[in-house]
């Protein structure tokens, strides 16, 4: 890997850890609810008290951990009125057995009574060869 390439990987790690670590210990700025929204619903306490580090002296460097309301805003009361719709009906999956022998004419004989309809065997078992059948195998008839 180049040198760049690897110096950009670890300034964008960098970047992206200041950026988790501020946004993770800045309080939220606007506690105001707007029209409509009821601030009251539910309050949370960081019941932590205050920490300093003892690295560079910026903003970043202290932790902020002293109590600090949080609010969940909510602007109404959640109704769960909908009805789950039913799933449609599916037809039941048959199973045929290949025997030695079997073609896909013959099979469609069997179950269709009519060897002209080979051909819904081969689409729904996806069947590129249809000389090449082996007994034992399952098809799906459709």
Known sequence: ???????????????????????????????????????????????AKPEKSFSASNELSQTFTEPVPLKLISSEKLK?????????????????????????SLISEKVYSDKNMWHKIRDANKIENVNALRPGTELIIP
């Open 1 to 47: 890997m180049p040198k760049d390439w690897k110096i950009g990987l670890v300034a964008g790690f960098i970047l992206a850890s200041l950026g988790a670590i501020w946004f993770c210990t800045n309080p939220q700025q606007n506690n105001t609810a707007s029209p409509g929204e009821n601030s009251e619903a539910v309050t949370f306490y960081d019941t």
């Open 80 to 104: 769960i009125t909908a009805k789950p719709k039913p799933l449609p009906a599916q037809k039941p999956v048959r199973l045929y057995t290949v025997q030695k022998g079997d073609t896909l």
